[in-house]
């Protein structure tokens, strides 16, 4: 259960994007944008999902600090890369109901960003307070 949990964003995300590129304003400079977007983001997104490997959960815990590959750029690489591959699609779709709906989730990533922020400072305090200040997000 828990990897199919870790997995379902990037199903849902597939599922955004096949239907982006079966329905969208084919041959508009936009659909053309947001699939290069998502094209360009997802892979980055699938690999902060490996990297991060036995730390993902669900919800915020401090298992051990992932400083290495992407993370030692971006403190949150899945929600930056994750967001804007599910953008990309949404632009693609040039759908306004999908679009509040990813504002929404956007709002909500950056919600749960800030607290692994904050149980991270807990769990590893000045190794953590000094990874933050060398990275972005």
Known sequence: MKRAVRWLDVVVYLVLLALAVLFGPHGAVVWYVGLCASVVAAPLWFVAKWQLGASFSVRPEARHLVTGGLYSKIRHPIYVFGSA?????????????????????????????????????????????????????
């Open 85 to 137: 591959a599910f953008f990309g699609a949404v632009l693609a779709m040039l759908g306004w109901s999908v679009l509040i709906a990813w504002v929404i989730v956007a709002a909500v990533q950056f919600r749960r960003a800030g607290r692994e922020d904050q149980v991270l400072a807990q769990a590893f305090g000045e190794e953590y307070t000094a990874y933050r200040a060398k990275t972005w997000f």
